[in-house]
């Protein structure tokens, strides 16, 4: 992100200068020291300004656009993390539903029992009884697997290890009541970052347009040179140059 933010503060920033020389009238290649004429100089484009402003809105955009995904994928980390604490609380719930439901199927054998002993009930009724225990123990035993499950799927989210023990400090609770469809509809609208995020994007690509078709726009280059020349006073140089394009339906057609 630091780096994206540095974007657009490089497209508006003018190209680096460039140093230049040219060694004339030496007695053979690469021998610097013979050279009769030196000229030592700095080159420079100077991009037209317009440009220069659109380059720094597309670089904006982008820069914007990457913020806005950064959001989202925060929104969405905060939100599977949200998922996963409630997961953890629903199967902490289960559990004391089913130790409660098994404490019942328990009082419930003993009692079946204690009436079979008296003749009251039949043996079918004490057999159901122990159906309904041992449901309510496989169910219990399910749910360890799901608060397990459940602990590392929050845990994972968290970064911590897999095994890393959790104590919920939140109870499940009734939810508010929910606002009204239009209400929500127009905040999701308006604050949505990926939304934003494409609507920058829509922003950045048509000043890219808009930049691209303004290619016609000259850029200005100068280049400041010393001369020295043997048994001559040293001089000054100064070039400039405009870069027009001649084919410019080339340009438009993409060659």
Known sequence: MIRTRSVPVLAMTVACAAWAATLEQEQGFLQP????????????????PDKLRLSGKVASAALRSAEFSLTQLRQQIAFATAQAYDA???????????????????DFLAKTE???QGGT???????????????????????DRAVATANAGLNRLLARPLGAPLEATDELTVPSPVPDLNAIERLALASRPEIRSL???RAGAHDATTLARRYWLPDLSVTLSRNFTAGSP????????VNIPLFFWQHEKGF
Request: hydrophobic share 50%; charged share 25%.
């Open 199 to 201: 609507a920058a994007g």
């Open 234 to 241: 040293s001089a000054f140089t100064t070039a400039a140059s």
């Open 33 to 48: 020291r013979s050279a009769t004429t030196k000229d030592i100089g700095l080159a420079l484009t100077l991009p037209f």
């Open 121 to 143: 009930v039949a043996k079918l009724d004490v057999l159901k009884a122990k159906v309904d225990l041992a449901q309510a123990e496989n169910d219990l035993i399910a749910n």
């Open 88 to 106: 953890v609380l629903v199967a902490a719930r289960h559990r004391e539903d089913f130790r409660e439901a098994k404490e019942l199927a328990q």
């Open 114 to 116: 204690a009436r079979f």
